[in-house]
Structure formats: C-alpha cells, structure tokens
C-alpha cells in the first residue's frame, strides 16, 4: 500500500557528539521524564508535600521502571526457536543490556515503578494516596513524549493501511514484519501518545472539578484510562506473535487493568460517600 501523504520515516535515529553516539529513542524518553518530575514536583508542594520527597521518589520510579520494563521485555524473548526474524535472549545475553536498540515492555515498567516508589514511600512514612493524587497526569505525559522514540526506531507500527496519516518505514524493518518495503502502516506509536495527551488533558479536569472524593483515585483513573486505550492501540499492532482467544498478551493486560482500575474506583468512591461525616 502506498499513501500520498504518510508520514515518511524518520530522517535519523540519532547522531554524533564527539565520542557519543546519542540515540533519539533514549532523548525522547529522557526528555519525558523530565517533564513529567517538574509536573509531579509541582502538584506535590500544591498538596502540601516536599519537593525533596517528589524528587526522589520520582528518580527511583524511573530506576525501577527501566528495571522493570526490562526484565517484561526480556522474560518472554529469553527463550525460543531461533528464526530470521527473532534471536531468543538466550544466544545474545549481552544485548540484554543494550537498552539503547528499544525493548522496553510498558506494564512491567509500570509495575517496577510501582514497587520501587510504595517501598520509598511506606519507609519513610509518606501519605501514598496524596502522592498517587499528584503523580496521576505525570506518568501519561511521560509517555506521551517518550512514545515518540518508537517512531525513531521504526519499530510499534500497527497492520497495513491506506490512510492519509499512514506511516512508511525503511526497507529493513518492513521486511521484518513480513511486508513489502512500500506497505504503509498505523502509526500505533503515535495513537497511544495521543490517547495519552487526553489522558493527561482528562485527569486534570477531573482534578480541578474536584469530582473524586477518594485518596489515590486520580492515579486509578490513569490506570482505566491507560488500560482502555492501550487495549485498542495493541488490538492494531503486528509485531505480537502469541495471541490468546485473538488477543495477544498484552492485550489481555490492559483490558484486566481497565476492569480493575473500574470496579476499584467505583468501590472506593462509594465507600467514601457512604461514609458518615463526624
């Protein structure tokens, strides 16, 4: 499939800086969460909380994130029958490390930050729900920017498509996809930034209106949010082999994190309006 005006493929991946080799894919997602510790830092000291303490816990979730996202990416490619379009972990240990080629696998990133930030916070006795409050829009706009990278990697792109906004990748990488190096695709990547800027845009209004009486609710609601569009954002994909009833791992993952994320804020939000006032 060919588009008159698709989005052509990235005119770099990176470039040289003396010794240095900076990768865009790795700028990106500095460059998000950057943005997304000044947000956090900010709605933290509104709600009464020390910019020290945001700092830290915000530098030990992205620690425990990358750790996190990872290991998600690597666990499931570890082992495996080698193909001309996959190398398992296991015959190339070293590029586990090398973080800089892509690899990194959201929801265990999400979970490794999780962990890394409620240990930080339950040891030196900080409120998480005021914390979970103030983090909730960060975290989106983190990836939002950071989705980006994906486009300099050419990698994430969705099925085949004719579409005005449709995206051309390089010969390469559409060959490892099992298509002809003139197929335009989704630009899934660039959806689930999108959907992402909404969800900051949305958890913001919520906030302002003051609609949600529970601690910790805005930060579910960006639980719901993430779940419900990174489900239809994955349901495009082609990059994900293993499929489970139609729908691949990842899929199943968000649509559990958007059923719980619902029914947690539901019962929670009941729970604190039937709570009789003193």
């Given at each position: 499939?060919?588009?008159?005006?698709?989005?052509?493929?990235?005119?770099?991946?990176?470039?040289?800086l003396?010794?240095?080799?900076?990768?865009m894919?790795?700028?990106?997602?500095?460059?998000?969460?950057?943005?997304?510790?000044?947000?956090?830092?900010?709605?933290?000291?509104?709600?009464?909380?020390?910019?020290?303490?945001?700092?830290?816990?915000?530098?030990?979730?992205?620690?425990?994130?990358?750790?996190?996202?990872?290991?998600?990416y690597?666990?499931?490619?570890?082992?495996?029958?080698?193909?001309?379009?996959?190398?398992?972990?296991?015959?190339?240990?070293?590029?586990?490390?090398?973080?800089w080629?892509g690899?990194?696998?959201?929801?265990?990133g999400?979970?490794?930050g999780?962990?890394a930030?409620?240990?930080?916070?339950?040891?030196?006795?900080t409120?998480?729900?005021?914390?979970?409050?103030?983090?909730?829009?960060?975290?989106?706009?983190?990836?939002?920017?950071?989705?980006?990278?994906?486009?300099?990697n050419?990698?994430?792109f969705?099925?085949?498509?004719?579409?005005?906004?449709a995206?051309?990748?390089?010969?390469?990488?559409?060959?490892?996809?099992?298509?002809?190096n003139?197929?335009?695709?989704?630009?899934?990547f660039?959806?689930?930034?999108?959907?992402?800027?909404?969800?900051?845009?949305?958890?913001l209004?919520?906030?302002?209106?003051g609609?949600?009486?529970?601690?910790?609710?805005?930060?579910?609601?960006?639980?719901?949010?993430?779940?419900?569009?990174?489900?239809w954002?994955?349901?495009?994909?082609?990059?994900?082999?293993?499929?489970y009833?139609?729908?691949?791992?990842?899929?199943?993952?968000?649509?559990?994190?958007?059923?719980?994320?619902?029914?947690t804020l539901?019962v929670?939000?009941?729970?604190?309006?039937?709570?009789?006032?003193?």
């Amino acid at each position: 499939m060919f588009s008159i005006a698709a989005i052509p493929p990235p005119p770099f991946s990176g470039f040289e800086l003396g010794p240095f080799a900076p990768r865009m894919y790795g700028i990106v997602i500095a460059l998000g969460a950057l943005f997304a510790l000044q947000l956090l830092s900010r709605r933290y000291m509104a709600r009464g909380g020390d910019a020290r303490t945001a700092e830290q816990a915000g530098l030990l979730a992205l620690a425990g994130g990358f750790l996190g996202a990872r290991i998600g990416y690597v666990i499931p490619r570890f082992f495996g029958e080698e193909t001309a379009s996959f190398v398992p972990f296991s015959a190339r240990p070293l590029e586990i490390f090398a973080l800089w080629q892509g690899g990194l696998a959201f929801f265990g990133g999400l979970t490794g930050g999780i962990l890394a930030v409620f240990v930080y916070l339950w040891r030196t006795g900080t409120p998480i729900g005021t914390f979970a409050d103030a983090v909730a829009p960060a975290l989106p706009l983190a990836q939002a920017i950071g989705r980006t990278g994906n486009y300099f990697n050419q990698e994430l792109f969705g099925r085949p498509t004719d579409v005005w906004w449709a995206l051309q990748v390089d010969a390469g990488p559409a060959a490892r996809a099992g298509y002809p190096n003139d197929t335009t695709f989704h630009p899934t990547f660039l959806y689930e930034s999108l959907w992402n800027v909404m969800l900051v845009g949305l958890i913001l209004w919520i906030d302002k209106r003051g609609w949600l009486q529970s601690r910790g609710a805005l930060f579910i609601v960006y639980l719901g949010g993430y779940g419900a569009g990174r489900g239809w954002v994955e349901a495009l994909r082609v990059d994900t082999v293993e499929r489970y009833i139609g729908l691949s791992r990842n899929n199943w993952i968000a649509l559990a994190v958007f059923v719980a994320a619902t029914v947690t804020l539901i019962v929670r939000e009941r729970a604190v309006r039937n709570t009789p006032k003193a």
